[in-house]
């Protein structure tokens, strides 16, 4: 597979001290990728031109196309075209409405009503974990998720997102979309057989329903953000078991759901 140029160089006009001078400054790569599933064009989805195999593997899990690895015969890449072959060991037939329709269903056999994809409802279980982390491995995680990122370093124009122990980064991605990275860490997870339910993620964007969702098809029982998360996220962070925190950031946090995995003293009741 030849690799594509994650970022370009190119002349910008920076103005600075009022005058504009020309300057060379790398400008991170948007790059299609059309995926075919047993021949049949499923998706195209814009991405950073790296990691394209794990991203692949992780978008048809999310979208409920297979459950593991395992399913996938081949994965044929080409990045001169863009695109993405994947043939699996069963037959598949694409229902457009499948992916696209949207129900009620009540998550975890609660009363709440709850609206999901249907692939969603699919893919997405209850998390059951007893990992627990303290309020300094938060800080700790989130300043090295930061750190690792050279293309963030770079250019300022991608997501950033990592698997983790309670005490350690074990893998990172970034791309220009924050759903590609969690996508990517997800077909990493299902290519190499990692357990994740005692694993969490850290996560440089803000908690949606959609972010939390792909946490909760990981597998994560805690996602730690540096952003904000918004009402419905909370809402199925609750229902499926997920500890949410955010904003982490200059020495401060905030516990958002099941508090109790976070460890710092004495947490409010």
Known sequence: ?????????????????????????EIVAEYPLTIFVNDQEFATVVCTPADLEELTIGFLASEGVIRS???????AIDTGKGFAYVDLHQAFKLQQSFFTKRRITSCCGKSRQSFY????????KPVDSQLSVSVEQCFHLMDVLQQSSQIHRQTGGVHNAALCSGQEMLVSYSDIGRHNALDKIYGYCLREGIETSDKLLVFSGRISSEVLLKAAKIGAAILLSKSAPTDLALQMAEELGITAVGFIRG???????????ITAGTLPG
């Open 69 to 75: 690895a395992s399913e996938v015969k081949q994965i």
């Open 1 to 25: 597979m030849h690799e594509m140029p994650i970022t370009i160089s190119r002349s910008v006009a920076k103005y600075r001290d009022s005058a504009f001078t020309l300057e060379d400054d």
């Open 251 to 261: 020495g401060k946090l905030n516990v958002y759901t099941r508090p109790e995995r």
């Open 117 to 124: 994809f249907y692939s969603d409802a699919r893919a997405a």
